[in-house]
């Protein structure tokens, strides 16, 4: 499979963990593609396998943080400083789902710290799949 095949082979797998609408699935499998070629990665096949047990497939690690805060500013859900634009979040998710319920996890989530964009959007992330009480 091509580099551009893994990318988004990865996007649909991870989001086949969750129930994502057929438009969620391609912007976030084009968002993936998009920052895989701006970060020159290739998703392996390790990540992969994560992906398939737990929609929190991101480790603490520098390539991780990257593409998550490239995925999340690609997909316009934070600022270059690295602050969650929660309504930008919730609109993404919240078709079908209970928008307080998402809207409070979002909110609790979108006030975590970090040094750099890539911490704050790895730290939101953490914490939104802890905090998160609904099925996706």
Do not use: H, P
Not at 99 to 116: I, P, R, S
């Amino acid at each position: 499979m091509n580099f551009i095949g893994n990318v988004i082979l990865l996007g649909l797998v991870t989001l086949c963990l969750a129930k994502y609408t057929e438009k969620q699935n391609q912007f976030t499998a084009d968002v993936y593609a998009k920052c895989a070629i701006e970060l020159a990665m290739v998703i392996d096949s390790d990540f992969i396998e994560r992906s398939k047990i737990t929609g929190n497939v991101f480790t603490n690690d520098e390539a991780s943080k990257k593409l998550l805060a490239c995925w999340y500013t690609q997909a316009g859900m934070i600022d270059s400083d690295g602050n969650i634009r929660v309504q930008a979040l919730v609109d993404y998710l919240s078709e079908g789902r209970d928008v307080q319920a998402l809207t409070d996890v979002v909110e609790k989530c979108a006030t975590v710290d970090g040094d750099t964009v890539e911490d704050k959007a790895y730290n939101f992330e953490q914490c939104f799949w802890k905090e998160l009480t609904f099925e996706l």
